[in-house]
């Protein structure tokens, strides 16, 4: 028992055996397995596009600062000119930018990784490249949710922030 | 065989015909099918705003068409701005339906250990990453196309003056 252990990483696990995956259920994999390969390369190919928005975003910005003279006057209110603050947002705007880039990249590496394993897995009945190609799919679906999640949230913190605002505008206004 | 495979499912020592999912394999699948649960759930919540955004405008065109003096047109108008986000609805449908089905049919068929079941949630997960991957290929020739046809109606436009 414990030499079919070693030398078979299926190790048949009591109580539960493994599961068995037979030819149709290949077949389903290997097909979801080529989608997500292609998918993953187009996440790559898109993360590239956005990288190079986040660049333009930065030079577009810094333009329209050296552009307009009147942005370069002291602003009323403090040192700071308006081009500077412009060069602050342009900062933010790219910094979004890369972090929709990095999340695209994470989930389209996932998905590639699961596609490209599970391909293999499916063709060479490889048990251990199909173990490790579902943990990519894991983190896939795992990366989707955490993100849904946190969008939401900070969704529901501006509605919750916009509403004590106009509660305390409304209440200064009537005193 | 099948006999011996439905009485007896200890692994085999010649080259296997089927794939073989082992206990940490199945942990994975398992949590992927519980995200890919949470995310269909999700896309069901957002397919029936988007379904109420559709009742909206399509309940908001004909006052509009109605207000205004070219209410043919208007009209018109509002019933295609309604055509995309239909498309949009019945896409998000689809893509969280079979991420659904995808979630539930694994955590029964590990739970039971079942390949039926788990045999139905890779078919909903391939319709789900075909279902994705043919509307991107669509978008993206929509978008190649668009792009040689503005790319003509300017030459043209050049051609003429």
Redesign the interface.
Same mark, same amino acid.
């Given at each position: 028992m414990d030499t %079919?252990e070693t030398t078979?990483?299926?190790?048949? !696990?009591y109580p #539960? =055996? =493994? #599961?068995? +995956? !037979?030819?149709? /259920?290949?077949y389903? @994999?290997h %097909?979801?397995g080529r989608?997500?390969t $292609? @998918?993953g390369i $187009?996440g790559f190919v898109m993360t590239g596009f956005i990288l190079l928005a986040a660049i333009f975003v930065g030079s577009v910005f810094s333009l329209m600062g050296r552009l307009n003279p009147a942005m370069n006057m002291p602003s009323s209110s403090g040192g700071a000119t308006a081009s500077t603050i412009l060069g602050a947002m342009s900062g933010v705007v790219s910094f979004f930018y890369v972090l929709i880039a990095l999340f695209y990249f994470f989930l389209s590496y996932y998905l590639y990784r699961f596609g490209t394993g599970i391909k293999k897995?499916?063709t060479f009945? !490889?048990?251990v490249t199909?173990?490790k190609s #579902?943990?990519y @799919?894991?983190s896939? $679906?795992?990366l +989707? /949710?955490i993100t %849904?999640i946190v969008i939401i949230s900070l969704y529901l913190l501006i509605f919750i922030g916009a509403i004590m605002v106009g509660i305390f505008a409304s209440s200064a206004l009537h005193q | 065989m099948d006999t011996t495979e439905t009485t007896d499912p200890i692994v085999p020592d010649y080259p296997l015909p089927d794939l073989l999912i082992g206990q940490e394999a199945k942990s994975y699948l398992l949590t992927a099918g519980k995200w890919a649960k949470f995310l269909g759930i999700l896309g069901f919540i957002a397919t029936a705003i988007i379904a109420l955004l559709c009742v909206f405008a399509g309940a908001v065109s004909p006052i509009m068409g109605a207000l205004s003096s070219s209410s043919a047109i208007n009209a018109s108008a509002g019933a295609l701005s309604i055509v995309p986000l239909l498309l949009i609805m019945i896409l998000y449908f689809f893509v969280s339906y079979f991420l659904y089905q995808f979630g539930t049919n694994i955590k029964n068929g590990i739970a039971v250990n079942d390949m039926l079941f788990v045999t139905k949630a890779f078919r909903n997960l391939k319709s789900h990453f075909k279902l994705i991957g043919i509307t991107l290929i669509i978008i993206v020739v929509i978008y190649i196309v668009a792009f040689i046809v503005g790319g003509l109606l300017v030459g043209s436009t050049f051609m003429h003056h």
């Open positions: %079919t078979n990483p299926i190790v048949p !696990d #539960l =055996p =493994p #599961l068995v +995956i !037979d030819q149709q /259920g290949k389903f @994999l %097909t979801a989608w997500a $292609f @998918l $187009f897995s499916t009945n !490889d048990s199909a173990t #579902l943990e @799919l894991k896939h $679906f795992k +989707i /949710g %849904t | -």
